[in-house]
């Protein structure tokens, strides 16, 4: 069985910094790209990041380039989020994503919205 864990979230103030998580099992990690998308009260998934199978290429949604690094760890079948600079309009549950063999920059919705992905994780920015 599938599973993606994510953790790390929490509230934080405009400028902080969080690490997500998340623990993926089930599955050959390092045959995956991974995703991290992110969903606002009231809207639909936005995608935040994308990393390749071997985590040499990764793709950034523009307005976090320059705040967020994702990484992973095949050893550990883990990926991580890392944010800095964070303001309001990052408030979000954040979810990562199982993808397939190849990663693509700014995936369609549709894809994102057909993928397995974790129960989230709240991420708050507020004074």
């Not at 089930?26 to 071997?54: C, D, H, T």
């Not at 303001?87 to 369609?108: L, R």
């Not at 993928?115 to 708050?124: D, F, I, P």
């Amino acid at each position: 069985e599938v599973q993606l864990v994510e953790s790390g979230g929490g509230l934080v103030q405009p400028g902080g910094s969080l690490r997500l998580s998340c623990a993926a099992a089930g599955f050959i990690f390092s045959n995956y790209g991974m995703y991290w998308v992110r969903q606002a009260p009231g809207k639909g998934l936005e995608w935040v990041s994308a990393i390749s199978l071997g985590g040499g290429t990764a793709y950034y949604e523009d307005s976090v380039k320059g705040r967020f690094t994702v990484s992973r760890d095949n050893a550990k079948n883990t990926v991580t989020l890392q944010m800095n600079s964070l303001k309001p309009e990052d408030t979000a549950v954040y979810y990562c994503v199982k993808g397939e063999n190849v990663v693509v920059d700014n995936p369609p919705p549709t894809f994102l919205n057909s993928q397995m992905r974790g129960q989230g994780t709240q991420v708050t920015v507020s004074s």
